[in-house]
């Protein structure tokens, strides 16, 4: 399932996925499945693909109608928290709700911005979403949007993994090559931290209970987020996010080469830290 059509760019990326035989997508405006059509050119045209159902409706009401265990993967990218009604979409109840609706096994994908967002509310919106899943990562490409991956079960994240998809999944592989990601390590260059720092940075600003997270009950960001519209915070919580807690994923990389292709990648895409991190660990494994 894919919440939210908007352009249709990220619904035409899983079609370039060779694998799933159902993709839903949810979208509560007519209109925007009407805009949706101005990106033809740069979507893959994604309400062509004979898998891509449509469902005009909200996407909490159709994750309600839908059976336990229907997807396998959720792909969550609805507009900002700070408007009325899309903030009940970031809320712990939701995320039960749509982990109660995956397969075993199975992943949610959370798109989450940096702009226009107190450290404080960021940090809630991390919180409880990480509370809802046993494994979560956090991976971010640049100053403005972060994704979420989480799961009941570990996420392979294996460099190898990466780069299998690659090669078994051609149009992926020219879809990610096409905005400057031609390898595996491209991809994990994006890797930012795990659940443990993910909550450790939600605690730096002051989230430190159940009680601080995003509920139903509270609404805390529908009333807390809209005051911080105009604010420019997207460097600042980016600063926050990658820098507060520098992790390098060991769990994915198996030897010298890996660590060398990782800090290259790493340097393409001006992370220079980790660029020189990856290196060290390169000619730890060379035995230098």
């Not at 009407?34 to 996407?59: C, G, I, M, T």
């Not at 991809?187 to 909550?199: A, D, E, H």
Request: net charge negative.
């Amino acid at each position: 399932m894919v919440i939210g059509l908007g352009s249709g760019v990220t619904v035409g990326a899983v079609t370039r996925h060779e694998s799933p035989t159902q993709i839903d997508v949810v979208e509560i405006e007519p209109a925007v499945v009407e805009a949706s059509h101005f990106f033809d050119e740069w979507n893959n045209q994604p309400l062509e693909d004979s898998r891509v159902k449509l469902y005009l409706n909200d996407a909490r009401n159709q994750l309600f109608l839908s059976e336990d265990g229907t997807y396998d993967l959720v792909i969550s990218e609805p507009s900002n928290p700070w408007i009325s009604g899309v903030s009940n979409l970031f809320t712990k109840e939701f995320f039960e709700l749509g982990k109660s609706k995956l397969s075993e096994g199975g992943m949610w994908a959370q798109w989450l911005h940096l702009y226009g967002m107190s450290a404080e509310d960021l940090g809630c919106l991390l919180a409880t979403y990480s509370n809802s899943f046993k494994y979560v990562m956090l991976f971010g490409g640049d100053a403005a949007d972060i994704i979420l991956m989480g799961s009941d079960v570990r996420l392979d994240m294996r460099l190898s993994s990466i780069e299998d998809l690659y090669r078994n999944n051609p149009g992926m592989a020219s879809d990610l090559n096409s905005v400057l990601f031609p390898l595996g390590t491209d991809v994990l260059s994006t890797f930012i931290m795990r659940k443990k720092y993910i909550l450790k940075i939600a605690e730096d600003v002051g989230i430190k209970t159940i009680d601080d997270l995003n509920t139903d009950d509270n609404m805390r960001i529908e009333y807390s987020a809209p005051l911080q519209l105009h604010t420019t915070t997207d460097q600042t919580n980016a600063q926050l996010i990658r820098r507060s807690y520098v992790v390098l994923p060991k769990f994915a990389i198996e030897d010298s080469e890996g660590w060398q292709l990782l800090s290259e990648a790493y340097a393409r895409h001006r992370d220079d830290l980790r660029a020189q991190f990856a290196f060290q660990e390169a000619e730890k494994a060379r035995g230098n």
